[in-house]
């Protein structure tokens, strides 16, 4: 099985800064990699696969990066709606999820 | 109404069976990966397996071999998970997602399934 590691677990933030999530993963998923935000009481939503690829719809102050093992999610401009947990997921063999970072005020 | 579309809540006693279903489109059914992942309260989200409906193949995490059974039904485009001999931390809201394939993300989910198991 493919572990995923995020970090921070949990980010304190304010409207309008600029945060960055790392998810590793435990060996090389090429760029098979996909960020999700859930708030609660609801279903995941997409936001990027492919590593950086941005999902139709989601603002573009959401950005992935990364291959290989290493990836990060940015996002800039943070927005009240924003606040939130996201998870990465790899897809390069089944699925796996990082255990998630909560963004918090 | 979503693209998944799935049963209700259950209530479980410990050591007995929950069957859950995820009714999706005819384009899902044909094209496309349906897989389960649950999420127990407060935690974080935990692939349990997948099935290429066309193909009737089905994935499952190591964890839930033997316990877990996906099975599909094409005359309705319904995808059933059937999990046995449920523990008390088997208690998880349950989706179903759609993915390209055995392996992809996840463009829709369904609106999840609370299985809580209690005595």
């Known amino acids: 099985d493919i572990q995923m590691t995020q970090s921070p677990s949990t980010l304190s933030a304010s409207v309008g800064d600029r945060v960055t999530i790392t998810c590793r993963a435990s060996q090389n998923i090429n760029s098979w990699l996909a960020w999700y935000q859930q708030k609660p009481g609801k279903g995941p939503k997409v936001l990027i696969y492919?590593?950086?690829t941005l999902e139709i719809g989601v603002p573009a102050r959401f950005s992935g990066s990364g291959s290989g093992t290493e990836f990060t999610l940015t996002i800039t401009n943070l927005q009240p709606d924003d606040f939130a947990t996201y998870y990465c997921q790899q897809y390069n063999f089944y699925s796996s999820f990082g255990q998630g970072t909560k963004v918090e005020v | 109404q979503g693209l998944l579309v799935q049963s209700g809540p259950e209530v479980k006693r410990p050591g007995s069976s929950v069957r859950l279903s995820c009714t999706t489109s005819?384009?899902?059914?044909?094209?496309?990966?349906v897989h389960w992942v649950r999420q127990a309260p407060g935690q974080g989200l935990e692939w349990v397996g997948q099935v290429v409906p066309a193909l009737d193949k089905v994935n499952l995490a190591e964890k839930f071999r033997g316990r877990v059974t996906i099975t599909t039904d094409k005359t309705s485009n319904t995808v059933y998970l059937e999990m046995r001999s449920l523990r008390f931390d088997d208690t998880a809201v349950f989706y179903c997602?759609?993915?390209?394939?055995?392996?992809?993300?996840?463009?829709?989910w369904g609106q999840g399934a609370l299985v809580t198991v209690s005595s």
């Open positions: 997602a759609r993915a390209l394939g055995s392996s992809g993300w996840y463009d829709s």
């Open positions: 005819g384009d899902t059914f044909i094209n496309k990966a």
């Open positions: 492919k590593a950086s």
